[in-house]
């Protein structure tokens, strides 16, 4: 095996979605523990002193509203080499944290116990279905009361419409809480909760079923029911087939509480035997396989002014084949260049570290002269393909673009054009109006602020958004359609993208259905594929 194919073969590149406050953090951080990329628990999320992950952007940024960045945690563990990509969440949801996810290979689903499914986890979800990349669930805060386990697989299969395989099993939750038993080694893995200065973890002895200091842990009445329900489970529960894990429709599901650091190296063991190195990608000339010794890679990503004293742009790009050397040259496809990769960083968090090589799996920052868009190709010299584009997501927000100052009209309108360009928003024009009306859509509010603020330090340009009533949009599948021939329309605006393919926007979901009811053959679709 080459030393490339070797890197290539140990790289897991995966995304965790979650609904905030799930535990993502949480779980991020004793993975990197055990990683040995931190030593002490807090520095992913310092809880008293510093309010940021390691994360999250400089504080800067956030001062200024413009931590729209997803980063990349690289860490080894167990002769692996691990890249967790950071879907931002919280304030930070933004589109880029779809984007993210079409750079990973899989994806971990955090879900909070006493929750089930939320919101977020829906949206992220559905994303990951698009590409149908495995997905794993660890359900966090077993201390806490939780949900009948039962009901809790039944909420993930009706609501996302995937099936679960439990690789353990609780017994009982919150102060209740006993362990886990693996459905593989037959094993109980005992928790008992200790406090230790502060910082909280368990106590975790391993035992077997039949072992009798089971009973000295767990009373007489948690025992039988987890008899029980391994029986019940044995015979009902959906089998673990690989085949179906890798396509994205069974998830195994594992139990334990990322804060207690309680199931964590178990689910990070299992989840790595499970999963795959790099998979081969699409592109125009078919599957790209990873392994082979070109490189190519795709842009997920590009970030502008990250560094308010230089005013960069950076392209993040995942290496989807072969190895990167920083000094060889690359071949933009897009733009037929043939160029070196300048300044290509790793970038963690506040840190930035200078690559001089990186593989399949990885992803890189690379300073970018205004040439890269989202979804672009870059290839070794020679090579022309280009990878499937990545899917413009249905923004949930939209506002009306007033402009301030009407004689800046030029400077306005390239920069929201150039703006938008980046992928920071989306643009719309009114149906009839054109460009007189202009509507921006975004995933995540605070692309608003990007918006406003970006217009007015870069481009001297004041404007005003006035929020708009709609929280849906549809592109008509077929983009011949006139919208103005369509029927029951009220409340509904009618819009067209920059490229002028007709959409519609709604106030409700509800809407959408009497719409569709309405228009025989009408076809409407959430993402858009470029
Ligand atoms: P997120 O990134 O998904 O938003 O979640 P995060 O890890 O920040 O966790 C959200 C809250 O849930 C935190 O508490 C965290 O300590 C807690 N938590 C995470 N895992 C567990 C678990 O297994 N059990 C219990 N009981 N709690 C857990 P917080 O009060 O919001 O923050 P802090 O005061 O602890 O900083």
Redesign the pocket.
């Known amino acids: 095996m080459s030393d490339v194919t070797k890197e290539i073969k140990r790289r897991r590149t995966f995304a965790i979605i ?12 004793k993975f990197l523990l055990y990683g040995g990329a931190i030593n002490t628990a807090g520095s992913v ?1 310092g ?1 008293a002193n510093s309010k940021y ?1 390691v994360s999250d952007w400089m504080d800067i940024e956030k001062e200024r509203g413009i931590s729209v960045t997803s980063s990349v945690l690289q860490f080894e563990y167990d002769d692996y080499c691990i890249n967790i990509l950071d879907t931002p ?2 304030e930070d949801f933004s589109e880029d944290t779809y984007r993210t996810l079409m750079a990973a290979d899989s994806a971990v689903m ?1 879900i909070d116990a006493s929750k089930g499914v939320e919101a977020q986890t829906i949206k992220l979800f559905k994303v990951c279905t698009l590409r149908h990349i495995p997905i794993f669930t660890f359900i ?5 009361e939780a949900m009948d386990t039962f009901d809790l697989l039944d909420d993930i299969e009706s609501v996302l419409g995937i099936h679960t395989c439990p690789m353990n099993w609780p017994i009982g939750s919150g102060k209740a809480f006993r362990g886990v038993y693996d459905r593989e080694s037959k094993i109980v893995s005992t928790f008992e909760a200790v406090s230790t200065g502060g910082s909280k973890s368990a106590l975790e002895t391993d035992l077997a079923l039949d072992d009798p200091k089971l009973k000295d842990i767990v009373d007489e009445l948690q025992f039988n029911q987890l008899n029980e329900e391994i029986e019940l489970l044995d015979g009902a529960a959906e089998e673990l087939d690989m085949d179906k894990v890798s396509k994205g429709e069974l998830s195994p599901v594992f139990f ?5 650091n ?1 199931g964590i190296e178990t689910f990070l063991k299992y989840f790595l035997k499970m999963t795959t190195s790099p998979l081969p990608r699409e592109s125009s000339e078919g599957l790209i396989d990873p392994l082979s010794e070109d490189f190519s890679a795709f842009v997920f990503k590009i970030q502008a002014n990250m560094n308010k004293a230089h005013r960069d742009r950076i392209a993040f790009m995942r290496v989807c084949s072969g190895r990167f050397d920083a000094t060889k040259d690359v071949y933009h496809v897009q733009s037929g260049r043939k160029l070196k990769l300048s300044q290509p960083q790793q970038i963690m968090a506040s840190s930035r570290k200078v690559l001089e090589e990186a593989y399949a799996g990885d992803v890189i920052g690379v300073f970018d002269p205004a040439l890269f868009s989202i979804g672009d190709t870059i290839c070794a010299p020679g090579k022309k393909f280009e990878y499937e584009g990545i899917p413009t997501f249905a923004p949930e927000h939209f506002a009306r673009l007033v402009q301030l100052n009407s004689m800046k009209r030029k400077q306005f309108m390239k920069g929201v054009t150039e703006i938008a360009q980046e992928g920071a928003v989306q643009l719309f024009q009114d149906y009839q109006l054109g460009m007189s009306e202009i509507i921006a859509g975004v995933v995540g509010v605070l692309q608003f602020d990007v918006l406003k603020y970006r217009l007015e330090n870069e481009y001297g340009c004041e404007v005003r958004l006035e929020p708009l009533p709609y929280g849906y949009i549809r592109w008509v599948k077929d983009v011949e359609t006139d919208l103005n021939s369509l029927k029951r329309l009220n409340d509904v605006k009618k819009v067209k993208d920059m490229k002028g393919n007709p959409l519609l926007l709604f106030t409700n979901d509800w809407i959408i259905n009497m719409v569709l009811d309405n228009n025989e053959g009408l076809e409407l679709e959430e993402f858009k594929r470029n």
Not at 18 to 29: F, I, M, Y
Not at 140 to 144: F, G, L
Not at 256 to 260: C, F, I, Q, Y
């Open positions: 979650s609904h905030p406050d799930a535990g993502k953090t949480t779980l991020t951080e999320k809880k992950a969440g919280h955090v966090n805060k077993m201390d806490r334990g509480s990322a804060l207690n309680f």
